[in-house]
């Protein structure tokens, strides 16, 4: 059940801060996507090329230092483009506390997801 809020309207609209804010966000994800253009048409041609080989075979495909950095860099810019993505439906759709544990929960995940995977293509190309 909702309480009544003791805000006036403009300290409602104070309290979601400046439309500036918005406007980096709005930028950084369209940095990312034109970013993951070509890093997700180069890990496609990675990974066809690399589902027919063997464990070895992609140990020393990925030992490489261009193809590794292809697989970090695509990682990289889709673990940001996907926290930035979910951080703005977050602010869109929820309130108060379920926001700013939401906001919490994504940064936290987007970060595990992002160290695993990290961790994983380095485990595999520095081995």
Known sequence: MDRPSLRTPLST???LGS???GTEAVWRQKI????LIPLAFSFVCLALRLVSMDYDGVRATLE??????FVLAF?????VHMQIGMRSI????????????????NTLAAA?????????ALRIGLA
């Open 13 to 15: 609209v104070r309290y």
């Open 19 to 21: 439309a500036r804010l």
């Open 32 to 35: 990312t996507a034109v970013a």
């Open 64 to 69: 490489r230092p261009l193809p590794l950095m």
């Open 75 to 79: 990682v990289i810019a889709g673990v």
């Open 90 to 105: 977050i602010d869109d759709y929820l309130q108060g506390h379920k926001r700013e544990w939401a906001l919490i929960a």
């Open 112 to 120: 595990a997801l992002g160290f695993a995977c990290v961790v994983a």
